[in-house]
């Protein structure tokens, strides 16, 4: 949920929006894994097409065009406003599973090293493949799922050392 301390940044600048209530908008789930989106006596049609929840990115069609979606909470908003930067090569510990789902591929392997960004495994949760990616530089220690596995939200998926 958009609150009024988020800002969504779509398409690398191309709109903004701020002080959003996400109770304008009327949605209905339809069966095939789209949206029905009525807002201002309009009709959209949506569809997610990628997610990545450490990054806060989505990828979205709506009305057959695309659209990439990028969410600042208020702390991402005032790092930017202050002309900070988080370090890139942040070092991590764990990664673990960011909602409950289905492991359909594991992209790494142990003793591999990985940076920011670097895909590890496929999550399908909600009938949506979700790609797993590093959040910072490591070492894979160990990978503790293997594919077809279900796993919880917050269970550990890779040991990085």
């Not at 009525?38 to 450490?54: G, P, R, Y």
């Not at 992209?107 to 797993?132: F, H, R, S, T, W």
Request: charge should be negative.
């Amino acid at each position: 949920m958009i609150s009024e301390n988020m800002k969504v940044n779509v398409n690398d600048g191309q709109f903004e929006f701020t002080n959003l209530n996400p109770q304008d908008l009327d949605i209905v789930k339809a069966d095939n894994g789209q949206y029905h989106i009525l807002h201002n006596n309009k009709s959209f049609l949506a569809e997610i097409l990628e997610v990545d929840f450490v990054e806060k990115t989505f990828v979205i069609k709506v009305n057959g065009d695309t659209f990439s979606l990028k969410i600042s909470d208020e702390y991402e908003q005032l790092v930017e406003k202050l002309g900070l930067s988080v370090d890139q090569h942040e070092v991590i510990k764990d990664i673990v599973a960011p909602m409950p789902g289905l492991i359909l591929n594991v992209l790494a392997e142990p003793g591999q090293e990985i940076e920011k960004g670097d895909q590890l495994l496929i999550l399908e949760a909600m009938k949506m493949e979700n790609v797993i990616k590093s959040p910072g530089k490591g070492s894979i220690k160990s990978i503790e799922v293997s594919e077809g596995q279900a796993v919880e939200k917050g269970q550990l998926l890779i040991i990085l050392d």
